[in-house]
T-cell receptor, first 111, second 115 residues
Framework: DAKTTQPTSMDCAEGRAANLPCNHSTISGNEYVYWYRQIHSQGPQYIIHGLKNNETNEMASLIITEDRKSSTLILPHATLRDTAVYYC????????????FGQGTTLQVKP | GAVVSQHPSWVICKSGTSVKIECRSLDFQATTMFWYRQFPKQSLMLMATSNEGSKATYEQGVEKDKFLINHASLTLSTLTVTSAHPEDSSFYICYAGELGKNIQYFGAGTRLSVL
């Protein structure tokens, strides 16, 4: 599975959009980009995933560059409850495949 | 939606005892489940892949005789930490993928403290 690179930490003001970048320059054609987050002392929570098209759901939007070498997770109106560690993971299409976690980005939403 | 239930959520045990952690898929079948371990302020590290009806596959450096995995049905995988020691104190998390869908679900995790 391709490795990902994320900033270690980011701050965001409450109510503003949080844009979390991820580099995955070695991604292959059949690999998806997944985003999870982990709030302190809880299991990771699925946010969104995509292959090459931009995706949006009730939690977030995922913007994938045309060359697929990077992506951005957007939380449109961050709240204090969005403070968490966000993980960007690249993985093949099989849903029985393992997820390999990097260090993630610690997002701190501030009032 | 699909849910993965993990039990217990928190356990304290004495050094040398064994602890069993259960991971259940509540409304879907999972032929494969995964077990992770997370130490404080670190990321999740994959320990093993649990396969229904066959032996688990362990990641490099994980002792299979210490971390026993059983996946006897399509909805249940168990991780047994045998002869636990204080260095085994950690947050253990499982996850499973629903057949035919490209989403995986994590359990809430089990915090193990070995005294």
């Amino acid at each position: 599975d391709a490795k990902t690179t994320q900033p270690t930490s980011m701050d965001c003001a409450e109510g503003r959009a949080a844009n979390l970048p991820c580099n995955h320059s070695t991604i292959s054609g059949n690999e998806y980009v997944y985003w999870y987050r982990q709030i302190h002392s809880q299991g990771p929570q699925y946010i969104i995933h995509g292959l090459k098209n931009n995706e949006t759901n009730e939690m977030a939007s995922l913007i994938i560059t045309e060359d697929r070498k990077s992506s951005t997770l957007i939380l449109p109106h961050a709240t204090l409850r969005d403070t968490a560690v966000y993980y960007c993971i690249v993985r093949g299409s099989s849903n029985t495949g393992k997820l390999i976690f990097g260090q993630g980005t610690t997002l701190q939403v501030k009032p | 939606g699909a849910v993965v239930s993990q039990h217990p959520s928190w356990v304290i045990c004495k050094s040398g005892t064994s602890v069993k952690i259960e991971c259940r898929s509540l409304d879907f079948q999972a032929t494969t489940m995964f077990w992770y371990r997370q130490f404080p302020k670190q990321s999740l590290m994959l320990m093993a892949t649990s396969n229904e009806g066959s032996k688990a596959t362990y990641e490099q450096g994980v002792e299979k005789d210490k971390f026993l995995i059983n996946h006897a049905s399509l909805t249940l995988s168990t991780l047994t930490v045998t002869s636990a020691h204080p260095e085994d104190s950690s947050f253990y998390i499982c996850y499973a993928g629903e057949l035919g869908k490209n989403i995986q679900y994590f359990g809430a995790g089990t915090r193990l403290s070995v005294l």
